[in-house]
């Protein structure tokens, strides 16, 4: 069955740090990965995806995940993080071969950035 | 272009009324999903519709719940006879279907209070 776990419910970081939110998935095929932010009272933002390629995925708001085949992960980084980064960010997985088009959610992590 | 529109955003109903959700997906998207949220919650899936059909309605409560996707016009969530723990927040996402990474554009939401 594919599932996805993001293990922890809330992350703090100070400000300028670098921040990392973890996720892991479990697909049978090859997996198409995605990371949402969700800011308070507000609908769900797409911020990147791993298709296929380079490992290592850019996207919005100067975020960043690696996917690692061998770990099953694909954890969100970015190097330096904004009080504004403060928001909620979920993990989804779809399996390329599902031709449903439906993606498997994580839990959700709580991301708190502190002045 | 204008992203997947969801009206009202706020919606109050007594007890026992019913609640009638609209979701407008993004020009071109065939396949729409909805999803239930309550408060510093993750996401649960509901209901996956294309243009006429309900692939899968799996998340969603067996009573007083349906959806519909018709060939014109935008897709319904109908509440019958609402209870207060139908009260959350009902996000609509669509897909253009041909996208092979299934990616998920989402509306706003709206958000039910039962009183």
């Known amino acids: 069955a594919q599932s996805v776990a993001q293990p922890e419910d809330q992350v703090n970081v100070a400000e300028g740090n670098p921040l990392t939110v973890k996720c892991t998935y479990s697909v049978s095929g090859n997996p198409y990965l995605f990371w949402y932010v969700q800011y308070p009272n507000r609908g769900l933002q797409f911020l990147l995806k791993?298709?296929?390629?380079d490992n290592l995925v850019k996207g919005s708001y100067g975020f960043e995940a690696e996917f690692n085949k061998s770990q099953t992960s694909f954890h969100l980084k970015k190097p330096s993080a904004l009080v504004s980064d403060s928001a909620l960010y979920f993990c989804a997985v779809r399996d390329w071969r599902d031709s449903n088009y439906q993606l498997i959610w994580g839990a959700g992590t709580k991301l708190i950035i502190k002045p | 272009n204008a992203g997947v529109m969801q009206n009202p955003r706020h919606l109050v109903r007594r007890r026992g009324q019913e609640a009638r959700l609209r979701c407008s997906p993004v020009?071109?998207?065939?396949?729409v999903y909805w999803y239930r949220q309550l408060p510093e919650e993750g996401l649960k899936f509901m209901v996956y519709?294309?243009?006429?059909?309900?692939?899968?309605e799996s998340g969603m409560p067996k009573e007083r719940f349906s959806a519909e996707f018709p060939k014109e016009g935008p897709s319904i969530l109908r509440i019958q006879q609402v209870v207060r723990g139908d009260s959350a927040a009902y996000f609509c996402a669509s897909s253009p279907g041909t996208a092979a990474s299934g990616e998920q554009y989402f509306g706003p939401g709206t958000r039910l209070t039962v009183t």
């Open positions: 791993y298709i296929t390629g």
């Open positions: 519709l294309q243009k006429e059909n309900i692939i899968d």
């Open positions: 020009k071109g998207h065939s396949h």
